[in-house]
C-alpha cells in the first residue's frame, strides 16, 4: 500500500513562504513525477512528504495515517537522492543492507535480502566493491537496491538522473519504468525534465513558485495545457505562444501552436516568413522562422528530408484546431 | 615541456635547496652519533680542539642503566598517550559543537582557537600560577569555597597536571582539524541514514566516525611529533621533579645541568629510535586511513 494525501500542506523557510498551502492526492503504485524549473519548491515537497522537512502548516497523510509528526524512518517511504549519498566507507553489500541491519534483521535474512536485491539491479558481481569504485549508473543502482530491500511504501527519487551522463540517462530510465512495472509501488519522482516527466509518469505535477499549476497524465498536459505555463514548460521543442494582433484575430490574449502542428510550404500559407537557424535530427527538421503572425520566431518541425536554406522565404499554416487558446491571465480557453 | 634540457635545469636549480634540507637534517645527525661514542665533559677541560677519547657504547649502556631512563621513557608515553587521547575526544565534542549554527559563531571559533597561539612556556607559567598554585591559585580558591584541602597539583598529580596543561594548548589544534572534517560530511548521507532508520548514536558511529578517520589520523601523526618532544611546559612547572622527566627532559639534563655531552647524545640516539618505534606503531595503526 502506498497511498499519500496532503493536505493544506505549507512551507515557509523563516518569512520566505516557498510552498502556499496545497492539496494532492497520490493513488497507490501511482508513478507520479513533479516536474517544474529550478527553485521552484518541488524538492522541498519530496523532502515534506519524507518528513525530512517539517511542515509548517498542514498534514501528509500515508495510507490514511497521519503522518504529519511521524519521524522519516517510520513513515515507510524509501529515498534515492540526487548525489546518490552511498556510505563511502561501506562494500556495496553494507550499503544496501544498512538499513535492514538498523532495523535490526538477522544475519541470514539480510544476506537473502541483498542477493535478492543485487539479482533485480544486476549488481551481484560487484556486492563486495566500493561504491568510489562504480561508475555513476552502478552507484545509481546501489542507491535504487538500498530502498528497495525495505519494501517500502512508496519511492521517492530526488532528481536521481541528473548526474549521469545523456546516455546512461536514457537507459536509467528505462531501468526505473521497469522496475514500476515490476513491483507495482508507488514512485515519487521530481526532475526539473520534461522529457523524463512524459515518458515516465502515470500522473504529472507541474510546479512553479510552490504552486500546483496542473495534474495530469502526459498526454493530457500535453493536448490540453491548462495554462500558457504548462503550455510552454510541457513539450520538446516548446510550443509557440503568439501574443498581439495574431491572437487577437482568434479572440484570445495568447494563442499557443506546437510546432507539429504547422504545415510549412515554399509557396502559399497563411503567414509569411524568413527561416532562420534550421536542427536537423534525421527523423525530424526544426526550422525557426520568423514571420509576420509574431515578434518572437516560430518553432516548426517539418520532415528529416526538408531542407531549407538560412534566409528563405516560406509560408506557415496553423491547422486551426490545434490551436490552444489562452485568456489574458494566462489560463486555457474552451 | 618536460624535454631532457629543461629537467636537467629543473635539477640543477632544486640543487641548492635539497643540499641544504640535507645538510640541515645530516650534520647535527652525525655530530650526535659521533658525541655519542666519545667522552665529552666540557667542564672537566675536554673539548674539540683537543680531541676526544673513543669510549664505544660506554655512554649508551651508562643512558640505559641509568635509574632515570625506563622511568623517563615511561612518562614520555603517558603524556603522549594522555593527550591525544584527550584532545582527540574532547576535539570531536567541540567540533561537533562548533558546527551547530549559532549566534556569534565567528568569535566563539576564534576564541576556541585561541590556546594554540600562546607560546608553551607562557601557557605553562599560567597555569602553574594562576591555575595550580596551592595557595593563590584558581583551583585553590574553588577547592577552598567548598571547603576542602587545596590540592598541590605539580607534586601531587603531577602527570595529570603536565597532561592537562599540554591538552588544553593542542584541543585547538584537534577541534580545527576535526571541525574542517565535519564540514566536508555530505548532509545527504546523514539524512539518507535517517531515512535508513538510523537514530542519531547509530548514524555517529557509522557514518560520522568513519568520515573522521583521515582526520583523526591526521591529529594523531601530527601530535605525536610534536609532543614527543615537549619541553618547556615541563621546564617552566616541575623541572622534570615528581615524574615528569620525558626522556627529552633527560636529555637536556644530561647535556646542560650534568655537562655531559656524550651521553646526551647517546640519549638523544634513543629517542630517535623511540620517536621511530612509535612512528611505526601509529602508521600499523591508523596509517591505513590514510590510503585511499
Redesign the interface.
Known amino acids: 500500500m502506498g497511498q499519500i494525501q496532503l493536505n493544506q500542506v505549507s512551507k515557509s523557510f523563516g518569512s520566505v513562504e516557498v510552498i502556499p498551502p496545497l492539496d494532492l492526492t497520490i493513488e497507490d503504485g501511482e508513478f507520479v513525477v513533479f516536474v517544474g524549473p529550478s527553485g521552484c519548491g518541488k524538492s522541498t515537497l519530496l523532502r515534506l512528504i519524507?518528513g525530512?522537512e517539517d511542515v509548517t502548516g498542514g498534514h501528509v497523510t500515508i495510507d490514511g495515517q497521519d503522518a504529519t509528526e511521524v519521524a522519516?524512518?517510520k513513515r515507510g517511504?524509501?529515498?534515492v537522492?540526487?548525489?546518490y549519498?552511498?556510505?563511502?566507507?561501506m562494500s556495496v553489500r553494507k550499503n544496501i543492507a544498512?538499513?535492514l541491519r538498523?532495523?535490526g534483521l538477522d544475519k541470514a535474512e539480510q544476506d537473502r535480502s541483498v542477493a535478492q536485491a543485487a539479482e533485480v539491479l544486476n549488481l551481484t558481481d560487484y556486492l563486495d566493491r566500493r561504491p568510489?569504485q562504480l561508475s555513476g549508473g552502478q552507484r545509481q543502482r546501489v542507491a535504487i537496491g538500498?530502498a528497495i530491500v525495505?519494501e517500502p511504501a512508496a519511492f521517492l527519487f530526488d532528481e536521481p538522473l541528473s548526474n549521469l551522463d545523456a546516455a546512461l540517462r536514457v537507459g536509467m530510465r528505462l531501468e526505473i519504468s521497469e522496475l514500476h512495472k515490476r513491483l507495482k509501488t508507488t514512485m515519487i519522482y521530481v526532475t526539473h525534465d520534461q522529457v523524463e516527466a512524459m515518458t515516465m509518469a502515470d500522473k504529472i505535477v507541474v510546479l512553479q513558485a510552490g504552486v500546483i499549476e496542473q495534474v495530469g497524465s502526459p498526454l493530457e498536459l500535453y493536448q490540453r495545457p491548462r495554462n500558457t505555463f504548462v503550455a510552454g514548460f510541457i513539450g520538446s521543442p516548446k510550443m509557440n505562444l503568439i501574443q498581439g494582433p495574431g491572437a487577437e484575430k482568434h479572440g484570445a490574449a495568447t494563442i499557443g501552436i506546437r510546432p507539429e502542428h504547422i504545415d510549412i510550404n515554399e509557396n502559399e500559407g497563411l503567414w509569411q516568413g524568413t527561416v532562420g537557424v534550421s536542427e536537423h535530427l534525421g527523423s525530424d527538421t526544426f526550422f525557426h522562422v520568423q514571420c509576420n503572425a509574431s515578434h518572437e520566431p516560430l518553432t516548426v518541425r517539418a520532415t528529416g528530408e526538408m531542407a531549407l536554406e538560412y534566409g528563405a522565404e516560406v509560408h506557415l499554416t496553423p491547422r486551426t484546431e490545434h490551436l490552444h487558446k489562452f485568456d489574458v491571465k494566462g489560463l486555457r480557453m474552451e | 615541456m618536460a624535454t631532457q634540457h629543461s629537467r636537467s635545469a629543473a635539477r640543477l636549480m632544486m640543487a641548492p635547496a635539497v643540499v641544504l634540507l640535507l645538510g640541515w637534517m645530516l650534520v647535527p645527525l652525525t655530530m650526535t652519533l659521533y658525541f655519542s661514542f666519545k667522552k665529552y665533559l666540557p667542564m672537566r677541560g675536554d673539548s674539540l680542539a683537543n680531541g676526544l677519547d673513543w669510549v664505544g657504547f660506554a655512554n649508551y649502556t651508562r643512558f640505559l642503566t641509568s635509574s632515570s631512563f625506563w622511568p623517563s621513557v615511561y612518562a614520555t608515553l603517558v603524556i603522549v598517550g594522555g593527550v591525544l587521547v584527550i584532545t582527540v575526544i574532547l576535539g570531536i565534542f567541540l567540533a561537533l559543537l562548533l558546527d551547530q549554527p549559532m549566534w556569534g559563531q565567528g568569535i566563539v571559533r576564534i576564541l576556541v582557537i585561541a590556546p594554540f597561539f600562546v607560546m608553551p612556556t607562557v601557557s605553562g607559567l599560567v597555569w602553574k600560577n594562576m591555575f595550580m598554585d596551592p595557595v593563590n591559585g584558581f583551583f585553590a580558591h574553588v577547592w577552598r569555597s567548598v571547603g576542602a584541602q587545596p590540592i598541590e597539583w605539580l607534586s601531587q598529580a603531577s602527570l595529570p597536571s603536565l597532561i592537562l596543561i599540554v591538552s588544553w594548548q593542542w584541543l585547538p589544534f584537534a577541534t580545527l582539524i576535526l571541525l574542517t572534517a565535519f564540514q566536508s560530511l555530505?548532509q545527504?548521507?546523514l539524512?539518507?541514514?535517517?531515512?535508513?532508520?538510523?537514530r542519531w548514536p547509530?548514524r555517529f558511529v557509522?557514518?560520522v566516525l568513519?568520515?573522521l578517520?583521515r582526520a583523526i589520523t591526521v591529529v594523531l601523526l601530527i601530535q605525536t611529533i610534536f609532543l614527543l618532544s615537549i619541553f618547556a611546559e615541563i621546564f617552566v612547572t616541575t623541572q622534570g621533579a615528581f615524574g615528569t622527566k620525558t626522556l627529552t627532559y633527560l636529555i637536556f639534563q644530561r647535556v646542560l645541568e650534568s655537562q655531559n655531552v656524550g651521553l646526551g647524545s647517546a640519549g638523544g640516539v634513543y629517542a630517535i629510535i623511540l620517536a621511530n618505534i612509535v612512528a611505526i606503531f601509529l602508521m600499523r595503526i591508523v596509517g591505513k586511513n590514510l590510503d585511499?
Do not use: C, K, T, V
Open positions: 519524507a525530512l522519516p524512518a517511504l524509501a529515498m537522492f540526487q548525489s549519498a552511498l556510505y563511502p566507507h544498512f538499513p538498523m532495523a568510489g538500498r525495505r | 555530505d545527504e548521507q539524512e539518507a541514514a535517517e531515512m535508513d532508520g538510523a547509530q557509522f557514518i568513519p568520515h578517520s585511499a
